[in-house]
């Protein structure tokens, strides 16, 4: 390790392409103006999921920053990412939020990875709009990794029923965090565990959703 690499909290080569940075942050020039030209993905309510938005397409350098995040903990990303999330919520115009949660792990592999990357980001999005982020959801089974599956199908069946409110939430608006959606499979089950433990609407927030590109 370079002494560059002990002083700066971040590579000196762009996370996301690869190219020298200029020590100027993560992310170099060219793909902070990428991120800057992608649009926040929104969508109509489906299922108990009353709002739902993302920061980016998943598709160049979000899906990368996601990748550097998630894989590679790369933990100084999360609250640029947060910022970008929150920007994206409003652009959407949700509704305020009564409290912030996220997707949560497993025991067994929270305790393997050390870290949620969903929770941090949700920390991080409660440091934005100053609404408190709780723990209100846990994992009643253990699942398999939605990444591993192939089709919204099986993805469903994988977490249906996986996930449990902690509390009443009656009459309670959430916003949910994750770091990707994709065929939105987790994000309902959250939805639907929330609902049935009163909340009246669910808002999910994540930094960028698979296929927003295309549309």
């Known amino acids: 390790m370079v002494l560059a690499e002990i002083l700066y909290p971040w590579p000196l080569k762009c996370v996301c392409c690869g190219r020298p940075t200029g020590g100027d ?23 108990d999921l009353d709002y739902l938005a993302a920061a980016h397409p998943y598709a160049g350098p979000a899906g990368a920053l996601v990748r550097m995040l998630k894989y590679r903990n ?24 009564d409290v912030i949660t996220w997707v949560p792990m497993h025991w067994r592999r929270r305790w393997a990875k050390y870290f949620n990357q969903a929770e941090m980001l949700a920390r991080h999005v409660s440091k934005q ?3 408190p982020a709780k723990r209100l959801l846990k994992r009643v089974r253990s699942c398999k ?29 959430v916003l949910l965090i994750d770091d990707v959606h994709t065929t939105g499979a987790t994000a309902q089950a959250c939805a639907l565990a929330l609902k049935q433990a009163g909340a009246e609407q669910v808002l999910l927030l994540t930094y960028c959703r698979v296929g927003a590109d295309r549309e």
């Open 25 to 47: 942050g993560p992310v170099c020039k060219g793909c902070l103006a990428k991120l800057e030209r992608d649009a926040p993905a929104h969508e109509l309510a489906v299922g």
């Open 74 to 97: 790369v933990h100084c990303l999360a609250a640029d990412m947060a910022r970008e999330m929150w920007a994206a919520a409003q652009a959407a115009e949700f509704p305020r939020a």
């Open 129 to 131: 709009c100053h609404i």
């Open 145 to 173: 990794q939605q990444a591993r599956l192939k089709g919204p199908a099986a993805r469903y069946a994988n977490v249906r029923g996986a996930f449990r409110a902690r509390k009443s939430l009656t009459g309670q608006t």
